[in-house]
């Protein structure tokens, strides 16, 4: 229980230093950088929502919240430079890449877990409170990572166009295609193979291609934002890497692996694309 109290702590402590670290030249808002605005709602969601989750047992919410964590403080971080006459083309942009992002994933984990009853992660969790807490504030820390590029943009005056935006948009593009197009091809075999292990379409390329286009896309919102990017604010260059090991070391990939081989594990069809099918970045030929 100690242990969960601490990475809780831990998270709440590091983020908020971030925050201050990174507030250098950013909009005032109350009195303060808007950023510590934006630090506070998206921690407040979270401890909302654990309340009756908790109270309750369930972990229905959980993926939703995090949706609704994303688009408010995205949208709200965005209203406010309206109301300051500070808004430009870039800062819409990411509004309008992370907004569809976070409804399309959020709705379908949400009615993913709501079709299969449970999310098999939290059977365990969700018994203990200071792991359950500790669970919705890991969910805090990567709506905080994930966001951290753009809250920069959003929390600047400077109005910046450049190759950046054109690369990381496409970027973007590409890896919310991938995401979409495999999560699309999963459920479609599912429905027909339920109990088998997919290898066809994209997860002949990858065996986690939607992790994978997750992270395509966040590193797109990271090169959009990287001019504006000033001081210690290059911190957030840190957010695609925080991407890339949570989505393989704590809540994805690892978690997923570890499911297939206890399932299928000594079938001779998934060893051989387990050989030839790389875990996260695809092959291209």
Known sequence: MKIYNLVTVSIFVITFVMCYISSQNMIIFSGFPIIYSLWFLIFIIQIIVFIPSFIFKTEHYYDLTGGITFISTIIISYLVKIQLDQYDITSLLLVLFISVWALRLSSFLFFRVKRSGEDVRFTKIKQSFSQFLMTFTIQGLWVFMCLFPAIIVMSSNQNIFNSFTIVGSILWVVGFLIEIISDYQKTQFNKVNKGSFIS??????????????????????????????????????????FVYLLLNKVSGVNLLENIAEKRWGDNKKYIEYKNRTPVFFPKIF
């Not at 002949?204 to 992790?211: A, D, E, M």
């Open 200 to 241: 066809s379409g994209l997860w002949s390329r990858s065996r986690h291609p939607n992790y994978f286009g997750e992270f395509l896309l966040w590193l797109g919102i990271t090169i959009i934002s990287f001019p504006y990017f000033e001081g210690y604010q290059y911190t957030a260059l840190i957010s695609p890497l």
